[in-house]
Structures are given as structure tokens and as C-alpha cells.
């Protein structure tokens, strides 16, 4: 397709918070800002000046930044209704931000210049005019922002036009059409912006689309193909109700599929790590399923998937995931085949030759799956099953026997204690300890037994613990499956046990997180 370069530009700092459970301190901001300008994102709008202390401290301090290729821009309004650009307080805080482009929305739709404005259409025309020409004589690059502009142009489409034709005559650089309410369809995008074009053939475009229908993305390359060159989204699609275009879609879309350039060359293969990092610093949980960047993009269950891919890895996949960062993951369960232990096995280093039966792997993991155990979550539970398969494996330690004691003591409360007795080599180690609970005392204990032998267990943290009933209507008598996380400096694993006994299904858990982490620290 081919054609001129696509300007990106990142509105998860100002549209992107508007999300409910979205809070991005000023540091969070900075962060964010130098991620994006180290992918090469074009614009950067960091905010509203004036509307809150912490965009004018970000505004303040961004300029201490040391961008390579970012513009940062602030955002605004028009000026208000009966004022003069000059003296409208809104228009001069976006002066004051000192950026060197100024995204300035206005109305676009009848229904807000009457309702929400309340005021003339003439005067709504005066303002978008006059407040853009006032920006430009700033000295500004002015993106104006169509607000609402789909819903007004199907509501009187020779008013929306005019009210671009408004900023054009204030000079503004671009035009923005938005989908403010997130409700067109992209054939409609489409047909309005052929529209567009046919009434205004020399202006460059660009397009803002939310996610309220779904398609918010498909909107936004709709707009591309009916010549946009310039999009608007969010990393991770954050931003109010249901989202804006999600800028980490759009990217590899437009690059790997409608042959477009929109990141500097090279920088396509970042976009992974900086989805999940703004992910982490925005503190919200990941979207394993998002396309192209999440854990699950590229992971393989089916059986027939996997035995595929392993003859070919397009055979399942629409491209190859290092083209974005990310990287392709085999999923174990109880729908897997041969192929998905052979790939388990080539990706973890083992050599399949020494693993004896790895039929008897496969059926022990739909058997134990059958009994309530999950392996999707708990790699590290599959990787002992294969290690402990091949031909002379020894286990670090053996279990001989444990014992949990929970009781009320008078004067002194709850009270857990745990008595382990575990084997190395030819060695009997009898150990107890108390916890603030019969797992923690568990874990003291074995630990307690093990460090003297394996003193780089002391690096080991647990660092989650999860418990799933499984048939709750079977009451005090439900399966429990039980997830652990353990990390050390460098690693983070997981294991699953399960059983009727919550204790029992918390030592088979542990058990094999501890026992994974030494022979993988070796």
C-alpha cells in the first residue's frame, strides 16, 4: 500500500488517566513521556495546563527531559463563548506550557453548540477561528481537534464542515476527526472521511477514535485508508469508559499489515516492553490477551496447534512475534499432545532423548488436570514432571513425612507449628518450625532442613499464594487447588498442587517450587 509516513500520536498521559483506575503521579508522567519518545512516538500530549497542579508541575518539568524525537503537546479548548482568545484564561495557560504544538478541540456537533455551549453556530465558528489564529500567532503548531465530529456530520454535515473550515481559516497545521462517543462503524469512518477529502483535497487529516463500539482500532486504520496521516490513540488503549484506539495495535497493524511506517526503523521490536512497562507504572493488570503485546498473543495449547508449529511456526501464528518483542509461549493442559512436551522440553534446554515415557508425562498431566490440578499458570509444575522423567534424574530432597499442628493456646493465641522430615542423598533431615500459619510453618521448616545443604535457598521468596476451591458445592469437602509464585534475584516460577486437603495440595505446591529453583539455580 505503501505511501506517506504515519505521525503517531500518544494521548495515555491526558485521555489515557481518565480511565477509572488510572492515577499517574508526575514522576509516572515523565516516565511514560521518555518511553515513548525512546520508541518514537511523534507527539506526546501530556495534558490539560491549568486544569490540575500536576499538569502544570509535569508541563514545568518535562522540559528538563532530554527528547530525541517526541513533540510535546499540550491540550485545550476554544476560547469560551462571548471572550476573545486573549483574554481567556484556558488559552493562556496553554501559551504558558511552553510546548511547541497545541492540540485545540472544539465543537463539531450541532447538539453541543446548542446544548452543552449554549450558543449560536456563528459564534462557535468564531471562536474555533480566532482562537486557532490567536495560537498561531504564538508561534504554535496547532492540531485542531474535531470534537465529536462523526455524530455532527451525520447530524448536519455542512455545519461539521464548516467548523473545520473554521480552524483552516485560523490556520491550523491539522485536522483531527473524532469519534468522541466511540459509536461509529468503520465503514462510516470510511464514507465520511471520502467526504472530507472530496470537500477539503489539500488539508492533511488526521483521526481520534474510542472503543465504545468495539472497533475503535479498525476505525482508526479505516481512517489511514482513506488518506489519514495522523493518528491518535493510547498505549494499551487506557482511557475513559471503554478505552481509546489502542496505539499498540495499531502500530504493528499499520506496519505489518497495510505496509505503512509510522515508528523510526528498528524500533518495532520495543513495542512489547514498553506496553507492559507503561502497564506496570499505571499499576493496572495485564491484558494477557492483547493483541500482538500480551503473554497469551503467541501462546499454543491445541495439541494439533503445537504439532503444526513445530513443523512450521507460521502454520499457527500471523507473524512471527520477535517482530514485535514479544515471543512465542506452548501452553500445557490437558488438551495437549506429544508436541507440546517436545516444545515444553526444547524450550526449557532438555534433551528429549533422556526423558523415558513421555507418553506417561502426558497422561500424568491429563490425569492430574482431571483431579483439579491446572498446568496453563504453573510452567514450572510441568518442567519438574520432565525433568523428573529422564533416565537418572536425582531429586534434591525426598519427602519422608510432615505434620501440621494448628491450635488456640490460652494466653498465647493462635498457634501454627510444622515437623518435616525430608531425605538428601542418604541423609535424614528432621526439622520443625512455627509460622503464622500451617503453610508458613511448612515452608520455615523445609527451609529450616534444607539451608544447611542448599544455602542459596535463602535467596528464595515466596512471593504468591493462591487457593482455588474447585466444586464448592461440595462444602468443607471441595478440592483446593493451591498456585504458588516463587522468585529469587533474577526469576520469577510457578507451581499447582491439589487435593481435599488444603495441606496437602500447599505441600505439593511448594514442594516443587522449591525443589525447581535448585536444580535451576545449579
Not at 481518565?18 to 495534558?47: F, M, N, P, R, W
Not at 496447534?305 to 490437558?334: F, K
Not at 488456640?408 to 493462635?414: E, N, P
Not at 487447588?481 to 500447599?506: C, F, K, P, Y
Request: net charge negative.
Amino acid at each position: 500500500m505503501g505511501g506517506e509516513r504515519i505521525k503517531l500520536y500518544d494521548t495515555t498521559l491526558r485521555d489515557g488517566t481518565q480511565a477509572e483506575g488510572i492515577s499517574l503521579s508526575v514522576e509516572d508522567k515523565l516516565k511514560i513521556t521518555q518511553l515513548l519518545d525512546d520508541l518514537g512516538i511523534d507527539y506526546v500530549e501530556g495534558g490539560w495546563p491549568g486544569s490540575n497542579p500536576k499538569d502544570a508541575a509535569y508541563f514545568d518539568r518535562v522540559q528538563d527531559l532530554n527528547l530525541s524525537h517526541t513533540r510535546i503537546t499540550a491540550f485545550g479548548s476554544t476560547c469560551r463563548v462571548g471572550t476573545q482568545p486573549a483574554d481567556d484564561a484556558n488559552i493562556q495557560a496553554l501559551i504558558a506550557a511552553a510546548t511547541p504544538t497545541i492540540a485545540l478541540v472544539g465543537k463539531s456537533w450541532t447538539l453541543h453548540v446548542r446544548d452543552v455551549l449554549r450558543t449560536t453556530l456563528n459564534e462557535n465558528l468564531r471562536i474555533i477561528r480566532e482562537s486557532t489564529a490567536y495560537l498561531k500567532t504564538q508561534g504554535k503548531e496547532v492540531i485542531y481537534d474535531a470534537e465529536h465530529f462523526f455524530d455532527g456530520y451525520k447530524a448536519d454535515p455542512d455545519y461539521a464542515l464548516n467548523t473545520l473550515r473554521a480552524a483552516l481559516e485560523g490556520g491550523a497545521d491539522l485536522l483531527c476527526l473524532c469519534d468522541t462517543n466511540g459509536g461509529a462503524m468503520p465503514w462510516e469512518i470510511e464514507a465520511i472521511f471520502a467526504e472530507v477529502r472530496a470537500a477539503l483535497p489539500d488539508v492533511a487529516l488526521g483521526v481520534h477514535a474510542h472503543n465504545d463500539g468495539g472497533v475503535a482500532v479498525a476505525n482508526t486504520l479505516a481512517a489511514v485508508r482513506n488518506s489519514a496521516i495522523h493518528v491518535q490513540g493510547t498505549i494499551n488503549g487506557y482511557g475513559e469508559r471503554c478505552g481509546n484506539a489502542n496505539l499498540c495495535t495499531i502500530i504493528p497493524s499499520l506496519e505489518l499489515k497495510m505496509d505503512r511506517t509510522a515508528l523510526p526503523k528498528g524500533q518495532l521490536v520495543q513495542l512489547t516492553r514498553i506496553a507492559r512497562t507503561v502497564t506496570a507504572i499505571a499499576n493496572q493488570p495485564p491484558d494477557r490477551h492483547a493483541p500482538y503485546v500480551g503473554l497469551s498473543a503467541f501462546a499454543h495449547k491445541g495439541g494439533i496447534h503445537v504439532a503444526a508449529m513445530r513443523r512450521n511456526l507460521l502454520s499457527y501464528q500471523h507473524i512471527d512475534p520477535e517482530r514485535v518483542g514479544n515471543t512465542s509461549r506452548v501452553v500445557i493442559s490437558e488438551l495437549s499432545g506429544r508436541g507440546n512436551l517436545l516444545s515444553k522440553a526444547d524450550e526449557i534446554g532438555l534433551d528429549t532423548e533422556e526423558i523415558e515415557n513421555l507418553p506417561g508425562v502426558l497422561d500424568r498431566i491429563k490425569e492430574l488436570e482431571y483431579r483439579g490440578f491446572t498446568f496453563e499458570g504453573a510452567e514450572a509444575s510441568v518442567e519438574m514432571m520432565l525433568h523428573r522423567s529422564r533416565e537418572g534424574y536425582a531429586p534434591p530432597f525426598e519427602l519422608v513425612d510432615f505434620l501440621t499442628i494448628v491450635e488456640h493456646r490460652k494466653g498465647r493465641g493462635l498457634l501454627a507449628e510444622a515437623t518435616v522430615k525430608v531425605r538428601v542423598g542418604e541423609t535424614i533431615l528432621h526439622t520443625a518450625a512455627e509460622g503464622n500459619g500451617p503453610v508458613n510453618a511448612m515452608d520455615e521448616a523445609l527451609r529450616k532442613a534444607l539451608l544447611p545443604v542448599y544455602p542459596h535457598l535463602a535467596d528464595f521468596e515466596l512471593a504468591d499464594y493462591k487457593v482455588h476451591i474447585l466444586d464448592s458445592e461440595a462444602g468443607t469437602a471441595a478440592t483446593t487447588r493451591v498456585l504458588i509464585d516463587m522468585q529469587d534475584d533474577t526469576r520469577r516460577w510457578s507451581t499447582v498442587g491439589a487435593s481435599a486437603n488444603i495441606i496437602e495440595a500447599s505441600w505439593i505446591a511448594l514442594a516443587d517450587a522449591v525443589e525447581y529453583g535448585l536444580i535451576t539455580s545449579e
